[in-house]
């Protein structure tokens, strides 16, 4: 099957931002003393001295690793500063490396579109501003060139010993330069200039890389570091793919990149050439089969997102070791904890970005005793989020017991307080994803929560962490700055001693007590990561993945995986009908969280996603007011004169198209206020077609 490259691929310009050895640096800043002493940020707790999450430059010299304790650090540099994480609520608390990160994004965002990736990553988009560069003052008439942009690593170019820098400024001054170099050398130029701003404006230095795509840009940013830049020059990518090791590329640090090294011998990226797409599609699927064949080729057509606000908010923590977990009792205290820092951060965001979440995953890990397999076999569930701390403490109570009693069975469950010691908790996790804008004319929503909740206002008072990156707790329990993209391996990171939350093991990491994992994702949603480290994922993949989640290449190269190695042809086929389905779901579930009475809801999530449709369908039947047809209306209990609407028109048709004939012909007459009483009730079909997906 012929693979077109896509046509623009080679006329744009893509810049990856990485911030330096992040979290030290924030710690710098606080304490300016520490700034060129070798130090690293450590986990505060005290066993082993902690364990080390970013070690700065100083600090590598002498050959501290962030897979080292606090203790193992201090023998390897006696002169070392271990800063701890700062604590609230027991656990470590993110928000200042989070504010620090969105000061940062402020700056790199005003040169073109931008995505924030990580807590400390962003994509840059900056095609259009070096066309208007090229077009008004290309860079071979600028009299200078930054010092900055000249010290830039340009991949391919031969440099002549002393007169490197001349060799780099006259790369950048070529008039007769192909098209694509010229545009790459005015991306560099803004890049430098905007790695200053950086500099000048918060203290922090980054290294950045420069290239045609967003995987090759990312590739590169990593390459020379600290504060520096890599070009990747279009004539320069074969060279650069052939020897990558295959595990380096972005999404092949896990599984996937071990079955092409195990199943067909392919070691570098380069390696991958040799097979035909057909072959690659063959062996994992069309979706992964066509990346892999593209990325041999250095292409990628990933689109930059624009996106400057978390996908995701989370809390999690570990519990290793003896610290694990043995009573109901225990980890209900710790669910509560990890649901009130949940609720604030979603009352920040909606206060500041009038968006709020739909969806409530409950993750942990744990493991029955005497059974050493059963470590990774705790499942993740889903439920639609209600706003209110109770609310979401009590959904967090009822998902956990719904997931103890498919892991132990019902009698152990019953023995509330454990008394036979039969599984323990060894990471407990929450998040909220699925977050959308508030539609417009629907303020009145804010009212309702601000009833029902404290003000965010004093918690912005307190501490700014409203305008933050997305920090969800993956089912890792893994603090990763990096969110999808490294979790699933790009980077062979530090491993822990205490039990893991990964379930997989497969290499991921780290984190210790550290309790939160960034979910910036570009194309990988909190859902794509269940899929991956769970067993049983296919409920929460279903549930709260977001239709540009399941359509990404990235998730569906992962899918495509599973499906091949992991799961059954069944599965498979299930996951591709609920994937057609998605946005009708989705649009389904946007009105789950107002629609739900509470004693409904367990048996929501455990289930079926999609019997929230039978439930809708049963409040539509109650008469409408106001100006606007409610599509989503609210229990009337939950949300008496204060109901969100959708407006008719809001309502995107296309949706619609996803179901079948009939159903659509049902839910575009309930659609009409005339007929909406008529036409819909419990027991009719679209309530059946939606329990048919659940249950296939
Ligand atoms: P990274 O970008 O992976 O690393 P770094 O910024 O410390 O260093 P480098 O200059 O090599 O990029 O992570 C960003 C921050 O995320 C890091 O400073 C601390 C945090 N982090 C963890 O807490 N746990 C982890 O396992 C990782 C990888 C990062």
Avoid at 5 to 33: G, L, N
Avoid at 371 to 390: N, Q, V
Avoid at 447 to 469: A, E, V
Wanted: with cysteine; hydrophobic share 35%.
């Amino acid at each position: 099957m012929p693979v077109a490259r896509p046509e623009s691929s080679d006329s744009r310009v893509i810049a990856h931002i990485d911030m330096d050895c992040f979290y030290v640096q924030v710690e710098q800043r606080k304490q300016p003393t520490l700034r060129g002493h070798p130090t690293a940020v450590v986990q505060y707790n005290s066993w082993k001295g902690g364990a080390l999450i970013a070690v700065g430059y100083e600090a590598r010299k002498y050959g501290v690793k962030r897979s080292l304790r606090g203790d193992e650090a201090k023998k390897v540099c006696p002169d070392i500063h271990l800063v701890q994480v700062p604590v609230a609520r027991g656990k470590a608390d993110l928000s200042v490396y989070r504010n620090a990160g969105s000061e940062v994004v402020s700056i790199l965002s005003r040169k073109g579109r931008c995505e924030r990736a990580s807590i400390d990553e962003v994509y840059l988009d900056l095609t259009e501003a070096v066309k208007t560069m090229l077009a008004e003052n290309p860079p071979e008439r600028l009299e200078t060139i930054s010092e900055e942009a000249i010290k830039s690593h340009v991949l391919g170019l031969h440099l002549d010993g002393a007169k490197a820098r001349d060799c780099v400024r006259e790369w950048f001054l070529r008039s007769d330069a192909d098209h694509r170099d010229k545009l790459l050398a005015g991306g560099a130029l803004i890049v430098a200039e905007l790695r200053l701003q950086v500099l000048r404006e918060t203290e922090f230095t980054c290294s950045a890389g420069i290239a045609h795509n967003k995987m090759l840009a990312k590739l590169a940013s990593g390459m020379n570091k600290p504060a520096q830049q890599t070009i990747v020059p279009y004539s320069s990518v074969k060279k650069l793919l052939e020897s990558l090791p295959i595990k380096k590329m972005k999404q092949l640090g896990g599984k996937l990149g071990t079955s092409l090294q195990a199943d067909l011998g392919v070691n570098t990226v380069g390696d991958l050439l040799q097979f035909s797409v057909e072959k690659l599609q063959e062996c994992y699927g069309i979706n992964t089969g066509t990346w892999l064949w593209n990325i041999a080729r250095g292409i990628c057509g990933e689109e930059v997102q624009s996106r400057l606000l978390p996908k995701s908010h989370g809390s999690g923590k570990t519990f290793p070791g003896p610290r694990a977990l043995k009573t109901v009792s225990a980890v209900q205290k710790w669910l509560y904890e990890l649901c009130e820092e949940l609720n604030e951060r979603l009352l920040c965001d909606l206060e500041q970005n009038k968006r709020i979440a739909r969806t409530f995953t409950l993750h942990a890990s744990a493991y029955k005793v005497n059974d050493s397999e059963s470590l990774k076999k705790f499942p993740s569930k889903s439920c639609p989020l209600r706003y209110g701390i109770a609310k979401i403490q009590e959904d967090a109570l009822n998902l956990f017991h719904a997931v103890l009693r498919e892991y132990v069975g019902i009698y152990h469950v019953r023995t509330k307080e454990n008394k036979h010691h039969e599984w323990a908790i060894t990471g407990l996790s929450v998040s909220a994803s699925n977050i959308v804008v508030i539609p417009s004319g629907t303020h009145s929503i804010m009212k309702y929560f601000h009833n029902q909740n404290q003000s965010c206002t004093s918690i912005n008072k307190s501490n700014d962490i409203c305008n933050q990156d997305t920090a969800s707790l993956s089912s890792s329990g893994l603090l990763l700055a990096d969110p999808q993209i490294e979790t699933y391996g790009d980077e062979a990171r530090a491993k822990d001693d205490m039990p893991s939350l990964s379930p997989d093991g497969d290499g991921t990491e780290v984190c210790k007590d550290v309790p939160v994992v960034m979910q910036f994702a570009d194309n990988l949603g909190p859902t794509s990561i269940e899929t991956e480290q769970h067993g049983s994922m296919e409920e929460s993949f279903s549930y709260s993945g977001s239709e540009n989640d399941l359509g990404s290449k990235p998730t569906q190269s992962k899918m495509d995986f599973l499906g091949t190695g992991l799961k059954s042809e069944k599965q498979k086929r299930k996951f591709e009908k609920e994937k057609g389905n998605t946005s009708i779901l989705r649009f389904f579930h946007g009105c789950d969280p107002c629609s739900f009475p509470e004693n409904a809801r367990l048996k929501t999530f455990e289930e079926s996603g999609a019997s929230s449709s039978g439930k809708l369908i049963q409040e539509n039947q109650q008469p409408m007011t106001g100006p606007t047809l409610s599509t989503c209306n609210m229990g009337q209990d939950d949300f008496r004169s204060d109901a969100w609407r959708y407006k008719t028109d809001e309502i995107d048709p296309t949706v619609l198209n996803e179901l079948p004939p009939e159903i659509q012909a049902e839910v575009r007459a309930w659609l009409q206020p005339q007929k909406r009483a008529n036409t819909v009730k419990r027991g009719s079909s679209i309530f059946h077609y939606f329990s048919r997906t659940t249950d296939s």
